[in-house]
């Protein structure tokens, strides 16, 4: 049964705005007013079946921004459209493994570990039940967006929703690592798309 807290009007999106330019921050911030992005973010977790009560964070953000954040976590230094943080010890969501990221534990089991000491497991969060749970962070680059949706040729706001739903479905597990994990969430992506412009 779907939990009706996704149907309250509290907001599933935490936003802020740092784009390192205040004409930039009231762009993204007179967009983001135009769009439903609460909609959005519930209808992504309706589609990928999620019942529970959730929140996130959302940062638009800068090019330099990102870049850091991609070189530190992701060995890239380079700017890119979207990151996702999840908060999650395992993904949310029922799918094929290919289509997920892997659970820290999995993901470094075959890590070389001779020399080190095995450490006692750390004990696992459990959210409780009256309380929403944190899925984690996304980060979407306010140039990189523009530069995209001018190249692409389509609106700022279909690239913005794009990189956000792409997000929100990385921090519920999905991961583009894959050829078939790729298929998967733009297939998705662009079917939750589809349906928020044929009810809006």
Known sequence: MFDPSLETDDPIIDLSINTDSAEDDTAAAVLLEMLDVEQLARQTLRTVNIEQSVMLTLVIGSDNEIQTLNRQYRGQDKPTDVLSFPLLDEPLVEAPAD???QPPDEANENEDKDDEPELPAAPV???????RTNLGDIMISWPTTL????????????????????GILHLVGYDDQTTSGYTEMVRLQKAIL???????
């Open 99 to 101: 289509w997920l990221w």
């Open 125 to 131: 969060f459990v959210t409780p039940a009256e309380l």
């Open 194 to 200: 589809t349906g928020l412009a044929r009810e809006g």
């Open 147 to 166: 530069r995209q949706a001018s190249e692409a040729g389509h609106p700022i706001a279909d690239e913005l929703l794009f990189l956000l739903c792409h």
